[in-house]
């Protein structure tokens, strides 16, 4: 401080270090205001600096990445949490614009903000960033503004959801292993249920012990309720795969829209509700076996997807571009005709013809009579025990009618019989009440008709809904008596041209 008046010695008293100078005359009073004032400025500029290394140390510490972006959209600070995420420098993009870390849904998103001077606000779900190298990953954060010297400036606060991705990924894929490994506990009890004494029935399980053995694709074919599931987990169950995984797969289940999702898996944002990645049915059998059953329902479009992997052992999920290996061994199933399907351009015959490596045909019921008197002594004892029916006796006049009826229903048919009949019966004897009506083995005498399989599963699929009043799904539906998912019998429905009556 100085009292000079001079213009010369005021310049030289600020070169010194003069904060302030009083022109004379002066008062003491004044001098010591001037000092008070004086001081108390350097004491807050000393906090501010102060105040200013904390903030800066709590920048470069924080474990989110801080990035700040001034009114043109350059950025102007970049912690060290932001160059570890998006594994840049802070030279290598101090002044550049924001967009260039950004997809273009979370660059719009920043566009939209600027024009609107919004509070803070979180960003949308499913935004990527951008590394310099091209690469994309998930993130999640915040987006706020301040004022500084008079200008806007825009604070992202961001999160790296690469690995929680990651961990989803692997928690759904863990969820679905454990879903799939309860059924096959739960199916490891069913693999010795192939019971019958048929030369037929023989026949076909030495072909399953044939087969087994090797990697060979299989393709059962058999009307519905035959069995064919079963003799897929047998084959299973016989081969050097037992220990790994059966993963199950109904063509005729999925909608054609979500059948590919389902095979290949697919990624996140590949399509509506397609909010997290998902491992398909490929990938969690991988090592494994997987079971299509309903093959000739598969999409033509799926198909071909089906052949690539069956040739290459590689696929891609839907909406991703990563190419996946597979080793799965495959065990196809149908109650179709795929030949005469191929023939028709109704089913890709490369895919017949790679899938036909090894055919296993299941005859019907109606085929295997040998097999109904033990497949009916099974079922009432299992059923008996599972509903606590003290039944011992099965009459002849039951036999003979079980083995007078047609079945066209096969083994899922007889089983839901039998289950029925004990069911309702009270004593130690099986009863068949007035329900149960036989068909003749032959078509009535004068008739030069056969029956189609379609036909029989009609009018079969139409007595278990008049059973059950129409109702399809549910405790008791019809569905459920079939032993089909809701979705199934109503597909098969359609197909059969099956209405509700009004």
């Known amino acids: 401080m100085t009292a000079l008046s001079d213009t010369e010695d005021k310049v030289r ?117 951008l590394r310099l190298d091209g690469g994309t990953f998930p993130i999640e954060g915040s987006l706020s503004s301040a004022e500084l010297n008079g200008q806007p400036v825009y604070i992202f606060i961001l999160r790296d959801l690469s690995e929680q991705t990651r961990n989803e990924a692997e928690r759904r894929k863990l969820e679905s292993l454990t879903l799939y490994l309860s059924e096959e506990i739960r199916a490891a009890h069913e693999i010795d249920d192939i019971i019958g004494e048929s030369t037929a029935l023989h026949q076909v399980m030495a072909s399953v012990k044939q087969v087994a053995q090797t990697d060979a694709t299989v393709l059962i074919s058999g009307e519905t309720g035959t069995g064919k599931e079963v003799i897929a987990r047998a084959i299973h169950g016989a081969s050097h795969l037992s220990e790994r995984i059966l ?19 697919h990624e996140r944002g590949a399509f509506t509700g397609a909010v997290a990645r998902k491992a398909g049915r490929f990938e969690l059998a991988n090592g494994g076996t997987l079971f299509l059953d309903e093959i000739g329902e598969l999409p033509l479009d799926a198909q071909a997807k089906l052949l690539r992997i069956l040739q290459e052992g590689e696929f891609e999920r839907v909406g991703g571009t990563q190419t996946f290996k597979v080793n799965v061994r495959v065990i196809a199933a149908t109650n179709r005709n795929l030949a005469q399907m191929a023939e028709q351009e109704k089913f890709r015959s490369d895919l017949y013809y790679r899938l036909n490596v090894f055919p296993i045909h299941l005859p019907p019921l109606r085929e295997r009579k040998d097999d109904i008197v033990p497949l009916v002594k099974y079922f009432v004892a299992r059923c008996a025990s599972k509903f606590g029916k003290p039944i011992e006796i099965i009459p002849e006049r039951v036999t003979r009618a079980l083995l007078q009826y047609n079945w066209p229903g096969n083994i899922r048919e007889l089983q839901h019989v039998i289950e029925r009949a004990v069911i309702l019966s009270q004593g130690p004897e099986l009863v068949l009440g007035d329900w149960f009506q036989t068909t003749p083995t032959r078509p009535a005498s004068g008739s030069n008709k056969l029956r189609t399989l379609a036909e029989m599963e009609r009018d079969y699929i139409l007595e278990i ?16 008596l079939l032993d089909l998912k809701p979705t199934t019998l109503e597909s098969r429905m359609k197909k059969l041209g099956i209405v509700r009556p009004r």
């Open 247 to 265: 993963v199950k797969l109904n063509c005729a289940a999925m909608p054609a829209n979500l059948v590919e999702s389902e095979l290949f898996g």
């Open 465 to 480: 809904l008049g059973q059950t009043y129409w109702r399809v799904s549910g405790k008791g539906g019809a569905a459920e």
């Open 13 to 129: 008293g600020f070169e010194l270090g003069a904060v302030d100078y009083i022109a004379k005359p002066f008062q003491d009073s004044e001098v010591l205001a001037r000092v008070r004032t004086h001081l108390a400025l350097q004491n807050l500029q000393r906090q501010l600096v102060a105040s200013e290394e904390r903030l800066s140390r709590i920048i470069a510490s924080a474990l989110d990445a801080i990035i700040s972006v001034d009114q043109n959209g350059r950025i102007t600070l970049f912690n060290p949490a932001a160059e570890r995420v998006f594994q840049t420098t802070l030279d290598q993009v101090l002044r550049q614009p924001v967009q260039c870390l950004f997809d273009e849904e979370l660059g719009k998103f920043f566009a939209n903000y600027c024009q609107q001077a919004a509070p803070p606000i979180t960003l949308p779900d499913g935004v990527h960033a």
